[in-house]
């Protein structure tokens, strides 16, 4: 009983081309098996992913990269919208600071360590969730 199902046989090493011997599927080595599976993990072509800021495309180096590189390929706008961007999570940084809880109003309080707390206690958490979800049913 092999690993691949009968049909699914190759004569020939599905990479090199190699005659197979003996109880060889498919590949006549691992290394071959191996290289076979990076094949088909290789990008087809250059990755342009929209930016959601301009729209232009822009050559996605790596999967987390979200816009255009600022300094080569933005153009003027796209660049102030970045800025204004980084502006806006700092501005949200500095709020979570001296955040005041949602449900009763009083301080959330931060250690400054870590990320910032939403609400003062577990009791406002659940009781905001509450509210939102009786909204929400409404």
């Known amino acids: ?15 090199c081309g190699q005659r197979l011997t003996g109880r060889q599927e498919r590949y006549c080595s691992p290394s071959c098996r191996q290289a076979a599976y990076r094949a088909t993990k290789k990008p087809t072509g250059p990755r342009l992913k929209p930016c ?13 990269k979200k816009y255009c590189d600022y300094y080569d390929e933005a153009e003027r706008e796209c660049q102030t919208a970045q800025d204004d961007l980084e502006e806006a999570a700092w501005i949200a940084a500095e709020e979570r600071k001296e955040a005041e809880c949602p449900h009763c109003g009083e301080a ?9 707390k939403r609400f ?4 406002c958490k659940q009781a905001d969730y509450r509210q939102r979800k009786a909204q929400q049913a409404a």
């Open 120 to 123: 003062c206690s577990p009791r």
């Open 108 to 116: 959330a309080g931060w250690s400054g360590r870590g990320r910032p």
């Open 52 to 64: 959601p800021l301009c729209g232009d495309h822009f050559l996605a180096t790596s999967k987390r």
């Open 1 to 15: 009983m092999g690993y691949y199902p009968p049909y699914n046989h190759l004569p020939d090493c599905g990479q």
